[in-house]
Nanobody, 123 residues
Framework: QVQLVESGGGSVQAGGSLRLSCAASRHTYSSGCMGWFRQAPGKEREGVATIYTGSGDTSYADSVKGRFTISRDNTKTTLYLQMNSLKPEDTATYYC????????????????WGQGTQVTVSS
């Protein structure tokens, strides 16, 4: 069974916006923490933003603070990433992930991963 399915990626010009969605199964959505990651060609996968289920606390990579917003819709069991003021360096494949334990301290903490959705930002 597919646990996480991303959508909403695409190609935009610098300064544009995209809203990524991650549809989660009820089981996966109940994880203690969920997050968004991205990986550009030739680079390591990096954390973008996380949100804790219980507290609602969020965290962001310094590179996206003030531009990206992570949120959850419990009625739809969907995770979102609103991306504004996009820059060419935001170009990457974006993945949503869930950590059942809720630690969200490292890539290896995450138990489920989506297939990824491509975001391309042109200059």
């Amino acid at each position: 069974q597919v646990q996480l399915v991303e959508s909403g990626g695409g190609s935009v010009q610098a300064g544009g916006s995209l809203r990524l969605s991650c549809a989660a199964s009820r089981h996966t959505y109940s994880s203690g923490c969920m997050g968004w990651f991205r990986q550009a060609p030739g680079k390591e996968r990096e954390g973008v933003a996380t949100i804790y289920t219980g507290s609602g606390d969020t965290s962001y990579a310094d590179s996206v603070k003030g531009r990206f917003t992570i949120s959850r819709d419990n009625t739809k069991t969907t995770l979102y990433l609103q991306m504004n003021s996009l820059k060419p360096e935001d170009t990457a494949t974006y993945y949503c992930a869930a950590d059942l334990s809720g630690y969200c301290y490292a890539l290896t903490d995450f138990d489920y991963w989506g297939q990824g959705t491509q975001v391309t930002v042109s200059s």
